[in-house]
């Protein structure tokens, strides 16, 4: 994340005087002589403008060496829509066809450019195009019951019915009529106190959470489109409301069990791989070798290494359990940063061990 995503210093300066909510989201403030970062309204004593430092997000102070505030918990919003933010959100659930521009966002308030910024950094897209998700969203809703293609390209207000079809293949990678009785998988973001995760859900099983920013995700999503006979449909389905309460419950330390099925998609190694990580105890580790070990094929650390890392349901099937033979964490996907506030979290002793 670059700085050029961050508003001004002195505009940010400006908004930790004033506590302003509106900022909430935008960016956090690190206090160097305390090792502690905040959000911009932490009703804390302000510290001395020097000692500031910015970040456009909570994993940016993390990876800078920073623990997050006890006051203002800065985690509990990384990810979540910031209060400021929920009026639009709202509007556009209100009427997911309608076709937002600049000017109707300064109409509620709003300012584009900011609106820009949280959209970029939260979704890794413009708010525009996230509308624009949405309302195809709604027009696939409809086609599957039953509305014409045509009918529904004219409410999207497209001037040809094949501008209609392109823009719906592009973004949902298949055509309107293959759509309307194609099974689906919903996709959807879910806010964790360790960023964003994507998840992909079937009306049965939880087939893919991974985080939004980690590189692989693209190819796991390929793997996903290629291997599931239907449509990927942005939105929420039962699945993954269940996966949202079961992160809430996990990331509260409460061990939840999981209610549904989960169903990665691999080669049978690799399911033999995943089903073993199954077994490896909440709050505990095991090594490569171990694991291979389990496995029956003590020779094949390696292979089981990189299955390990294939794993395309973080925190649920618990590759982050797997570390090195010394207890060095080695890799993980999702940043090692993230592995070691997992393993924390599962098993609060003091770790020295931990070393990324
Ligand atoms: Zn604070």
Redo the contacts with the bound molecule.
């Keep these: 994340m670059s700085p050029s995503q961050l508003p001004s210093e002195a505009t940010m300066w400006k908004a930790v005087l004033s506590r302003d909510s509106a900022f909430d989201g935008i960016f956090f403030t690190a206090v160097k002589t305390t090792g ?1 970062f ?2 911009p309204t ?3 004593r302000k510290p001395k403008p020097e000692h500031v430092e910015y970040f456009p997000d909570a994993k940016g102070a993390l990876l800078a060496g920073y623990r997050p ?1 006890k ?2 918990r ?1 985690m509990a919003i990384c990810g979540s829509p910031p209060p400021w933010l929920k009026p639009l959100l709202q509007a556009v659930e209100a009427d997911p066809q309608k076709r937002w521009r600049d000017a109707d966002l300064r109409s509620l308030g709003y300012s584009p450019s900011r609106i820009r910024r949280w959209f970029q950094s939260h979704h890794g897209m413009s708010f525009h195009a996230f509308s624009r998700a949405r309302r195809m969203g709604t027009a696939l809703g409809q086609i599957r019951l039953g509305k014409k293609v045509s009918s529904a390209a004219m409410d999207q207000d497209y001037e040809s019915l094949s501008g209609f079809q392109e823009a719906f293949r592009k973004l949902l990678g298949t055509t309107p009529s293959r759509a309307r009785s194609a099974p689906v998988l919903h996709v959807n973001r879910l806010a964790t106190p360790l960023g964003l995760m994507l998840a992909a859900a079937s009306d049965s099983a939880l087939m893919l959470l991974e985080f939004c920013d980690r590189r692989a995700l693209e190819s796991q999503l390929r793997r996903l489109q290629r291997s599931w006979k239907g449509v990927l449909l942005p939105g929420e389905n039962l699945l993954l409301e269940q996966s949202s309460d079961w992160l809430q419950a996990y990331f509260d330390g409460r061990k939840p069990a999981v209610p549904f099925a989960l169903k990665p998609v691999g080669t049978p190694f690799q399911q033999r791989v995943w089903q073993a990580l199954l077994d490896i105890p909440y709050g505990e580790t095991c090594s490569y070798g171990q694991l291979a070990e389990s496995l029956g094929k003590p020779a094949a650390v390696r292979a089981v290494g990189r299955a390990n890392g294939a794993n395309p349901i973080a925190i649920l099937i618990p590759c982050h359990r797997v570390v090195g033979k010394d207890g060095r964490l080695t890799g993980y996907g999702g940043g090692l940063w993230r592995k070691k506030r997992l393993l924390e979290l599962e098993n609060p002793r003091p770790q020295a061990e931990l070393q990324a």
Excluded: H, V
Aim: aromatic residues 0%.
């Design positions: 502690i905040c959000r932490c009703p804390a505030c006051r203002c800065p």
